[in-house]
T-cell receptor, first 114, second 112 residues
Framework: DTAVSQTPKYLVTQMGNDKSIKCEQN?????MYWYKQDSKKFLKIMFS???????INETVPNRFSPKSPDKAHLNLHINSLELGDSAVYFC?????????????FGEGSRLTVL | AQTVTQSQPEMSVQEAETVTLSCTYD???????LFWYKQPPSRQMILVIR??????QNATENRFSVNFQKAAKSFSLKISDSQLGDAAMYFC?????????FGTGTRLKVLA
């Protein structure tokens, strides 16, 4: 049973198109995240949600719209794709609280914009 | 601003030898958590080790150990008896409220 699963694993699309990535976690965690890993492997947080509420939006363009229907799901929709959006997008989850909850990652979704 | 710095973009180690990866961070908080993650070519992110800042004792996990120097804001990872399977990108991370900040990564090559 995969703890954090995201689909699809690979997307190839043209500039200007819209695409979505879905994410689900079965760990019972209350916080979910989207991270972007660029071609230089730099990992940058995009969004974090706690109990379905948006907590952090790291100056991400409005073309990116996350949605959390419940605390086990966090989806990412991207409008009007640009070349610079090509990256690996990781969904992750953790349990927030006093203890050092580690971040559990999905396998990543590689987006290629042509 | 909270930042995490990994000054070694790439390191090499002979199989069975020991290597240390550096990480420094900047924070004004007193209670926080630090992590090392490994990313092999499969791109899956795997937790290697974690350290709570309020604990003075350095964390260890089998062949992996850390040297946590709170005053110096330093958190290095030591890998003993390196194995071919240790070849990967290694990321240092620091946890603050509702986000984890990652360093730029160190690519570790293990030479047979």
């Amino acid at each position: 049973d995969t703890a954090v699963s995201q689909t699809p694993k690979y997307l190839v699309t043209q500039m200007g198109n819209d695409k979505s990535i879905k994410c689900e976690q079965n760990l019972g965690h209350d916080t979910m995240y989207w991270y972007k890993q660029d071609s230089k492997k730099f990992l940058k947080i995009m969004f974090s949600y706690n109990n379905k509420e948006l907590i952090i939006n790291e100056t991400v363009p409005n073309r990116f719209s996350p949605k959390s229907p419940d605390k086990a799901h966090l989806n990412l929709h991207i409008n009007s794709l640009e070349l610079g959006d090509s990256a690996v997008y990781f969904c992750a989850s953790s349990q927030w609280g006093f203890e050092a909850g580690e971040l559990f990652f999905g396998e990543g979704s590689r987006l290629t914009v042509l | 601003a909270q930042t995490v710095t990994q000054s070694q973009p790439e390191m090499s180690v002979q199989e069975a030898e020991t290597v240390t990866l550096s990480c420094t961070y900047d924070t004004s908080e007193s209670d926080y958590y630090l992590f090392w993650y490994k990313q092999p070519p499969s791109r899956q992110m795997i937790l290697v080790i974690r350290q709570e800042a309020y604990k003075q004792q350095n964390a260890t996990e089998n062949r992996f150990s850390v040297n946590f120097q709170k005053a110096a804001k330093s958190f290095s990872l030591k890998i003993s008896d390196s194995q071919l399977g240790d070849a990967a990108m290694y990321f240092c991370a620091y946890r603050i409220t509702y986000k984890y900040i990652f360093g730029t990564g160190t690519r570790l090559k293990v030479l047979a």
